[in-house]
C-alpha cells in the first residue's frame, strides 16, 4: 500500500500546498486496507469448515468493505480534488478511470 500511495503521490504532484488534503487521503486508503485485510482474513479462517452460506456471507463482508472503502475514499479525494489544478485534475481522471480495470472487457450476451 505504502508503495502505491507514493507513486500516486508522484503521478498526481501533490504539491506542498495540497499535503494536508493529500494526508487525509493517504491515511484513508491505509485504513480501507486495513479492513479489507481484516475481512479477507476473516473468511481465510473460516474457510475449512464453512459452508455454501458461510462463504456467500464472507464474499458479501468482502464486496462490502471494498464499496464502503470507496465511498470513504471518494469522499477524502474530494476535498484534494476541489482544490488540483487542471492538469492534476486530468490526470486524476486518467487515473482513477481505469484503476483495477485493465484487460476487463464487457461480456457480449
Given at each position: ?9 508522484v ?43 458461510d ?55
Amino acid at each position: 500500500m505504502e508503495k502505491h500511495i507514493k507513486e500516486l503521490h508522484v503521478k498526481l504532484k501533490i504539491t506542498p500546498a495540497e499535503e494536508s488534503q493529500w494526508n487525509e487521503v493517504a491515511a484513508t486508503m491505509r485504513e480501507n486496507a486495513k479492513d479489507l485485510d481484516l475481512a479477507i482474513d476473516k473468511r481465510d479462517a473460516a474457510v475449512a469448515s464453512a459452508t455454501a452460506i458461510d462463504n456467500l456471507n464472507s464474499y458479501a463482508d468482502i464486496a462490502q468493505a471494498h464499496a464502503n472503502g470507496v465511498k470513504k475514499l471518494a469522499s477524502a479525494f474530494s476535498g484534494l480534488y476541489s482544490v488540483m489544478s487542471d492538469d492534476q485534475k486530468k490526470e486524476a481522471d486518467e487515473v482513477f478511470s481505469h484503476r483495477g480495470h485493465e484487460g476487463r472487457k464487457t461480456a457480449k450476451r
